[in-house]
C-alpha cells in the first residue's frame, strides 16, 4: 500500500506507543498513589503541549476529536450578538456551527485564487471591527495547506475572540498564541503521530466559556498525544516533505503533461510542503480515487471530514475553481510513513491509472 492521505491521518509512532503502555491506568482523579501518578503524567503532557505553543497564559481542555473542539471553542460564537466572521475555508466543524446555532448570517472573509484570505475585504470600517465579537481563521488548510495569515486577524478586529484551528499546523510550522493573537486555538493528536480519539482546545485565561464537564482524563491517549509533540521537529520534518514533494511532482510530471491532463491548484509559495491539490483534467475524483485505492494507493477527494456529501469541496469553489474542476481534483498529503522511493512508485501509478481512465 501506498498511503498518501497524512492530512487524513497519520499511524502513531513506535514513541508513542511505548510511551501509551508506560502510561499510569488508574484514574487521575482519585486521591491514591497510582492516580496521583496518572494525574502528573498529563499534567507533564500537557505542560508538553503549552510549552510548544507559547501557550502558558491559557489552560488546555482535552476532548475527543478537534472538531469537537471547535465545536467548543464556537460556545463564544453562540453568544455573540451580530454575525461572526470566519473565513470560508474553515472546517466544517466551524462552518456547520455556525448554521446550528442560527448564525448563518456569518460575515465571510475575502479570499484569494492563491488560496489565501484577504483581510482586509470587507473591513475597512476599522471603528465597526471593533464591535465584531468572535473570528475564526485556520491556521493552516487541511485540503490545500495554505498558511493563512491569523496574525492580522487580531490587527483588524482587536475585540473579537479570535479562534484559530491549528489542527493541520501542528507539526509543519511554528505555533505561537502570542504572535498569533489566538485567544483559542484546537489541536489534534492523529495528524502528527499520536492516536486518535484525542484532541484539545487551548483557551486564554481571560476567556470564559460554558464549557461542560468532560468526564475522566483519557490518561493513555493524553500522554500518547504529549510524546507526539514531544518528537516534533518541525525544520527536518519540513525539509523532509519539501523533498518528497518535489520527487513526486517531478515524477508526475515527467509522465503527465502539466496544464492539459494535471495542475496544480495552489503555487508551493502559498502552502506547507506536502499537501498536493491537484485537478486532474477529465477524470471525476471519486471515480480516480477509487480506481486508485484498486491499486493500492491511497489518497483523498478533500477532508474525510466531508466525504458523506455529493457536492464540491466548499474549499475549492471558495478559491474560484468552477464546479467539474472541483470535482476532478484530489487531494495527496505525504508524511513519514512515505519514502522517496515510494514517492516516485506513487507518481508512476497515478500516472498510469490517469491514462488508463481516459485511453
Not at 1 to 25: E, G, Q
Not at 68 to 84: G, V
Not at 291 to 302: A, K, P, Y
Request: glycine share 8%; proline share 4%; with cysteine.
Amino acid at each position: 500500500m501506498l498511503y498518501l492521505d497524512h492530512n487524513a491521518t497519520t499511524p502513531a509512532s513506535l514513541s508513542v506507543l511505548k510511551a501509551m503502555v508506560n502510561a499510569r491506568w488508574a484514574n487521575p482523579n482519585s486521591l491514591y498513589c497510582q492516580g496521583i501518578k496518572a494525574h502528573q503524567q498529563i499534567i507533564e503532557a500537557e505542560n508538553t503541549i503549552l510549552e510548544h505553543i507559547n501557550g502558558a497564559a491559557g489552560k488546555l481542555y482535552w476532548c475527543q476529536s478537534g472538531s469537537m473542539a471547535n465545536y467548543l471553542a464556537m460556545l463564544s460564537a453562540e453568544k455573540s450578538r451580530i454575525a461572526p466572521v470566519v473565513s470560508p475555508i474553515e472546517h466544517k466543524s466551524i462552518l456547520t456551527n455556525c448554521t446550528e446555532y442560527g448564525l448563518d448570517v456569518c460575515v465571510p472573509l475575502g479570499m484569494g485564487n492563491n488560496g489565501i484570505i484577504d483581510p482586509n475585504y470587507g473591513f475597512y470600517d476599522s471603528e465597526k471591527n471593533k464591535g465584531v465579537e468572535f473570528v475564526a481563521c485556520m491556521y493552516v488548510n487541511n485540503e490545500i495547506g495554505t498558511v493563512q495569515p491569523v496574525h492580522r486577524m487580531r490587527t483588524l478586529f482587536p475585540n473579537a475572540h479570535l479562534h484559530v484551528d491549528a489542527v493541520q499546523a501542528l507539526g509543519k510550522i511554528p505555533i505561537d498564541v502570542e504572535t498569533l493573537g489566538a485567544d483559542s486555538l484546537t489541536l489534534s493528536a492523529h495528524k502528527i503521530y499520536g492516536p486518535k480519539g484525542i484532541a484539545c482546545l487551548w483557551v486564554r485565561d481571560r476567556i470564559e466559556l460554558p464549557i461542560p464537564y468532560l468526564g475522566t482524563p483519557a490518561t493513555q491517549l493524553i500522554i500518547g498525544f504529549g510524546q507526539a509533540v514531544k518528537d516534533i521537529s518541525i525544520s527536518s520534518y519540513f525539509s523532509e516533505l519539501l523533498e518528497k514533494e518535489k520527487t513526486f511532482l517531478n515524477e508526475l510530471y515527467d509522465n503527465l503533461s502539466y496544464g492539459t491532463e494535471v495542475v496544480s491548484n495552489i503555487p508551493s509559495s502559498y502552502r506547507v510542503p506536502g499537501t498536493l491539490s491537484l485537478q486532474f483534467q477529465g477524470v471525476n475524483a471519486d471515480i480516480f480515487t477509487m480506481h486508485l485505492d484498486s491499486m493500492g494507493v491511497c489518497v483523498s477527494t478533500g477532508s474525510a471530514c466531508s466525504k458523506n456529501t455529493s457536492e464540491p469541496s466548499h474549499v475549492l469553489t471558495a478559491i474560484g475553481l468552477g464546479k467539474e474542476a472541483a470535482k476532478n481534483t484530489i487531494r495527496v498529503s505525504l508524511g513519514k510513513a512515505i519514502t522517496t522511493v515510494n514517492c516516485i512508485a506513487a507518481a508512476n501509478m497515478i500516472s498510469k491509472a490517469y491514462k488508463e481512465l481516459t485511453s
